[in-house]
């Protein structure tokens, strides 16, 4: 069974400027989520998705983050425009269904993002 | 509230030696899950192990070990034998309630040294 998927690995950018990262989940994995991690913490999440709606989006940055899910499969994380505090990991996970308490969230790779 | 403390910010150890990770947590639940994970250098946060508040048997899996005891709140982990590759960020987390979407609480991670 194939891993959660994640690119780019890796992304330099300067601030201000526009990145976006593409995750694809585990097939058949209903629930998505976005993390971010600062080095040296624990991951913090953006945002979770069931198929296409939005479960908790509370703690995204909304003026210039942005996700979405749009055929309940893969996903796109975008930030417009970039600042220097937002250079971290930034990890896909998924899970099969939220909603069952105790459900194990497998990760991706990651991108690792350095805005200038 | 809950809350996953992880003590210990850095462990160093010489391979072939014994090591322990801990970890305490706080719930108001009476069901819930723990968790390990594992972050070597390249990134990807890796499941280990999930364990539900009725199950307090320990786990053994090869040198992985844990150890749950619900009457101090810790489901602590122990690796025999180190080895150089096990060097990475270990996280211990636990499951919310349903009230919080069953979001996963994040210790701030414990960063293990194997020295060959």
């Known amino acids: 069974e194939a891993g959660v998927a994640q690119s780019p690995r890796y992304k330099i950018i300067e601030k201000r400027q526009s990145v976006a990262f593409w995750c694809n989940p585990i097939?058949?994995?209903?629930?998505l989520y976005w993390y971010q991690q600062i080095l040296g913490q624990g991951p913090k999440l953006l945002i979770q998705?069931?198929?296409?709606?939005?479960?908790?989006d509370s703690q995204l940055p909304k003026d210039r983050f942005s996700a979405e899910r749009l055929k309940g499969v893969d996903s796109t994380l975008k930030i417009q425009p970039a600042k220097l505090e937002d250079s971290a990991v930034y990890l896909c996970?998924?899970?099969?269904?939220?909603?069952?308490?105790?459900?194990?969230?497998?990760f991706g790779p990651g991108t690792r993002l350095l805005v200038l | 509230a809950q809350k996953v403390t992880q003590a210990q910010t850095e462990i160093s150890v010489v391979e072939k030696e014994d090591v322990t990770l801990d970890c305490v947590y706080e719930?108001?639940?009476?069901?819930?899950?723990l968790f390990w994970y594992k972050q070597p250098p390249s990134g990807e946060l890796v499941f280990l192990i999930r364990?539900?508040?009725?199950d307090e048997q320990n786990e053994i899996s090869g040198r992985y070990s844990w150890n749950f005891q619900k009457s101090t709140s810790s489901f602590n982990f122990t690796i025999t034998a180190s080895q150089v590759v096990d060097s990475a960020v270990y996280f211990c987390?636990?499951?919310?309630?349903?009230?919080?979407?069953?979001?996963?609480?994040w210790g701030a991670g414990t960063k293990l040294i194997i020295k060959p």
């Open positions: 719930t108001r639940d009476t069901t819930y899950y």
């Open positions: 998705f069931q198929n296409n709606g939005v479960v908790d």
């Open positions: 996970a998924s899970s099969h269904n939220w909603q069952a308490a105790g459900e194990t969230q497998y």
């Open positions: 097939s058949g994995h209903a629930t």
């Open positions: 987390a636990l499951t919310g309630s349903m009230d919080s979407n069953y979001q996963l609480i």
């Open positions: 364990r539900n508040s009725f």
